[in-house]
C-alpha cells in the first residue's frame, strides 16, 4: 500500500523558476527520502532527512520535514529542463531493513 | 561502484509463461530489494534480503512469485505462469549497511500477452 500522497500529481513551470512539491505519510517514520525517475527508468536518490530534522538542503534542492503534520516538502530552486521528471516521497519506518513506502510521485516538467 | 544491474531490460512473454529476472546489486551492499512499479504508481515493496537470508515478504508476493540471492550476490525474481496482471516495471535496489539510502537499478519492464 501507499504510505504517501505527493501533491501537485503533475506540475508544469518555466526554466528558471522554483517548483515545489509536497509529500504527506501516514505512519510514524524514520527518515523520509526524495528520489527523482526519469521516464522509464530507476529511481535516483536526492536527499534524506532524518525523523529529527526539519530543514536540509542539497545543492538546488531544499527539504523540510514536519513530523506533527507528517509532511514534507521538496523545493527545487532555479529549475532546468533536465529537473523534468517524476519526483516520489519515501518513508523509512526505521528497524534494519531499510525498506521504502513511496507515494504516488509528482510529474515536473520544466519547459525551456 | 558500477552501479546496480538488472537483466533483461525488457521482456514480453505470452501469459501461462515462466519469467525470471536478475540483478546484480552493488558489490559492498549486503540489502537488496525488490520493488514493483506499475503505471502512475510508485514503486511498491515485494522482498528484501539481507546477505543471502530472505528476511520479508509482501503480501503483493503471491506463490507464483520466487526470489532467491544464493551466496549473498545477484538475485532473481521468477514469476510462474504469468498473468496479464504481472505486467510492471520490477527495480532491484540495493543498500549499504548502516545506510538508508537505496540504489536502484534501472529495472526490467514486464509485458505479459
Known amino acids: 500500500s501507499q504510505q504517501g500522497e505527493e501533491d501537485p500529481q503533475a506540475l508544469s513551470i518555466q526554466e528558471g523558476e522554483n517548483a515545489t512539491m509536497n509529500c504527506s505519510y501516514k505512519t510514524s517514520i524514520n527518515n523520509l527520502q526524495w528520489y527523482r525517475q526519469n521516464s522509464g527508468r530507476g529511481l535516483v536518490h536526492l536527499i534524506l532527512i532524518r525523523s529529527n530534522e526539519r530543514e536540509k538542503h542539497s545543492g538546488r534542492l531544499r527539504v523540510t520535514l514536519d513530523t506533527s503534520k507528517k509532511s514534507s516538502s521538496l523545493l527545487i530552486t532555479a529549475s532546468r529542463a533536465a529537473d523534468t521528471a517524476s519526483y516520489f516521497c519515501a518513508t523509512g519506518a526505521g528497524g534494519s531493513n531499510y525498506k521504502l513506502t513511496f507515494g504516488k510521485g509528482t510529474l515536473l516538467t520544466v519547459n525551456p | 561502484d558500477t552501479g546496480v544491474s538488472q537483466n533483461p531490460r525488457h521482456k514480453i512473454t505470452k501469459r501461462g509463461q515462466n519469467v525470471t529476472f536478475r540483478c546484480d546489486p552493488i558489490?559492498?551492499?549486503?540489502?537488496l530489494y525488490w520493488y514493483r512499479q506499475t503505471l502512475g504508481q510508485g514503486p511498491e515493496f515485494l522482498t528484501y534480503f539481507q546477505n543471502e537470508a530472505q528476511l520479508e515478504k509482501s503480501r503483493l508476493l503471491s506463490d507464483r512469485f520466487s526470489a532467491e540471492r544464493p551466496k549473498g550476490s545477484f538475485s532473481t525474481l521468477e514469476i510462474q505462469r504469468t498473468e496479464q496482471g504481472d505486467s510492471a516495471m520490477y527495480l532491484c535496489a540495493s543498500t549499504r549497511t548502516g545506510t538508508a539510502e537505496a540504489f536502484f537499478g534501472q529495472g526490467t519492464r514486464l509485458t505479459v500477452v
Open positions: 558489490s559492498e551492499h549486503n540489502r
